[in-house]
Nanobody, 115 residues
Framework: QVQLVESGGGLVQPGGSLRLSCAAS????????MAWYRQAPGEEREFIAI???????NYADSVKGRFTISRDNAKNTVYLQMNSLKPEDTAVYYC?????????WGQGTQVTVSA
């Protein structure tokens, strides 16, 4: 059973930075892709960033140039470095792993950007 555990969320001022981590119970190299999504109150969950097993990446336009997704296969962990944070980045951030036709989600970590 795959388990994903996010951490690193918290309260940060506008313009600040946070690094989120997603630790997987399995070997992340076996996952086709790993991605980050977020969901703000009253909004639908939205795609943020994705990284393939070959380390190709793609980002939502709203975070391009500010967020960076990376992976450490030795630690079975995927990261989301978030810089230049804005109040509109406030949301619960979720990690997702894809293995073939199966998708696994973490429980989420809250990020609040406020002065």
């Amino acid at each position: 059973q795959v388990q994903l555990v996010e951490s690193g969320g918290g309260l940060v001022q506008p313009g600040g930075s946070l690094r989120l981590s997603c630790a997987a119970s399995g070997t992340i190299f076996s996952f086709n892709t790993m991605a980050w999504y977020r969901q703000a109150p009253g909004e639908e969950r939205e795609f943020i960033a994705i990284i393939t097993s070959g380390s190709s990446t793609n980002y939502a336009d709203s975070v391009k140039g500010r967020f960076t997704i990376s992976r450490d296969n030795a630690k079975n962990t995927v990261y989301l470095q978030m810089n230049s944070l804005k109040p509109e980045d406030t949301a619960v951030y979720y990690c997702r792993a894809q293995e073939g036709g199966k998708y696994y989600w973490g429980q989420g970590t809250q990020v609040t950007v406020s002065a």
